[in-house]
T-cell receptor, first 113, second 117 residues
Framework: QKEVEQNSGPLSVPEGAIASLNCTYSDRGSQSFFWYRQYSGKSPELIMSIYSNGDKEDGRFTAQLNKASQYVSLLIRDSQPSDSATYLCAVPRGSGGSYIPTFGRGTSLIVHP | EPEVTQTPSHQVTQMGQEVILRCVPISNHLYFYWYRQILGQKVEFLVSFYNNEISEKSEIFDDQFSVERPDGSNFTLKIRSTKLEDSAMYFC???????????????FGDGTRLSIL
């Protein structure tokens, strides 16, 4: 069973701080990794994708990938109360030609003023 | 910005009845997907659809489920003989390209909340 693991949280950070969200995956063949944000009762919204080892920055968001450790993380700088949501890590299965993402359970982030 | 639209937003159905969930994908997208999310649980893939046929399906997508693209715009999920455990949020998604490297993400609709009584 190919798994994507996330700490369910909640992760609580003060406004302006850096929030660090982590994800591990079991399929060594996985080549692409996605972070989605899901507000309560709403649909997932793609915020970051990363394919290569290292860091990828987009505004206040930085995705970090370490394929050797099977670990992908999302950093949110200058966290805002509007960032309070559940963050889903999604990893397509690397084998068998499937591109369908397997989602983690998500980490609930609370940014308090 | 174009978006995926789903109807209805909330569907209440008696156990054992059939239900059809409807989706209008983004017009130039070629790949369509259904996911479900049981309350408090993770998003689960059900089925993907391309060129008028199923391209992948999960173990959840058994004979109780079917998908159809009856015309050029709608994409439907039919659930027959609904059970209590079918209660969930059902998300439709579409993408231009299914390849993860193509930077063409899946765009999700707002979902249909299905409640089976």
């Amino acid at each position: 069973q190919k798994e994507v693991e996330q700490n369910s949280g909640p992760l609580s950070v003060p406004e302006g701080a850096i929030a660090s969200l982590n994800c591990t995956y079991s399929d060594r063949g996985s080549q692409s990794f996605f972070w989605y944000r899901q507000y309560s009762g709403k649909s997932p919204e793609l915020i970051m994708s990363i394919y290569s080892n290292g860091d990828k920055e987009d505004g206040r968001f930085t995705a970090q990938l370490n394929k050797a450790s099977q670990y992908v993380s999302l950093l949110i700088r200058d966290s805002q109360p509007s960032d309070s949501a559940t963050y889903l890590c999604a990893v397509p299965r690397g084998s068998g030609g499937s591109y369908i993402p397997t989602f983690g359970r998500g980490t609930s982030l609370i940014v308090h003023p | 910005e174009p978006e995926v639209t789903q109807t209805p937003s909330h569907q209440v159905t008696q156990m054992g009845q059939e239900v059809i969930l409807r989706c209008v994908p983004i017009s130039n997208h070629l790949y369509f997907y259904w996911y479900r999310q049981i309350l408090g649980q993770k998003v689960e893939f059900l089925v993907s659809f391309y060129n008028n046929e199923i391209s992948e399906k999960s173990e959840i997508f058994d004979d109780q489920f079917s998908v159809e693209r009856p015309d050029g715009s709608n994409f439907t999920l039919k659930i027959r003989s609904t059970k209590l455990e079918d209660s969930a949020m059902y998300f439709c998604a579409s993408s231009e390209d299914r390849r993860p490297y193509s930077n063409q993400p899946q765009h999700f609709g707002d979902g249909t909340r299905l409640s089976i009584l």
